[in-house]
C-alpha cells in the first residue's frame, strides 16, 4: 500500500507560502506557510499533521487490539501532542504526547492499559515516529 501527498511552495522560507494535496482530496491545495507553522496563523502545518496521523493510527490500532481481545469500545477519544525543538541549525519533532479517554464496557483498567500499550508501540505511525512518544489512558467505563 502506498499513499500520497504533496506540497508545493513558492518563495523563501519565511515569506513563501505552500499548499499540501492528498490522493484522497481530503487535503486540497490546504494552505501552509511560516506563519502558519509558526505564528498560527489559519491553515495547517506539518506538525499538526503528524499529530493528526499518530491520533489516528494510534486509536484505529487500538479498536483493533480490543477487537482482538473481545472488547468493543463505546468511544475511543485520542489527543496527539507534538512537540517540535530547535536542534543544531534545523528543527525535529522531539514528542508526541498521546492523551486517551476511552469508553470499553467490560475491561478493568489492567487490560486495558496492556491492550493500549500494545497500540501504541505498533502502530506504524509510532514505528515511524524518531521521537518520544508518550501515553496517558484513561478508561471511563
Known sequence: MIRKAKAVWH??????????????????DTPYSFRTR????????????VAAAHA?????????GLQAAGFTPTELS???AVTLEQEGQGFRISK???????????LDEAGFARIAGEAEKNC?????????????AKLNI
Open 11 to 28: 518563495g523563501s522560507g519565511r515569506a513563501g507560502s505552500g499548499s499540501l494535496s492528498s490522493e484522497s482530496g481530503v487535503l486540497a
Open 124 to 136: 506504524p505511525v509510532s514505528k515511524a515516529l524518531n521521537a518520544t512518544i508518550t501515553l496517558d
Open 38 to 49: 509558526f505564528e498560527n496563523e489559519k491553515g495547517t502545518n506539518p506538525e499538526e499533521l
Open 96 to 106: 508526541s504526547a498521546l492523551t486517551l479517554r476511552a469508553k470499553v464496557p467490560n
Open 78 to 80: 485520542t489527543e496527539a
Open 56 to 64: 489516528g493510527c494510534f486509536t484505529m490500532a487500538l479498536a483493533f
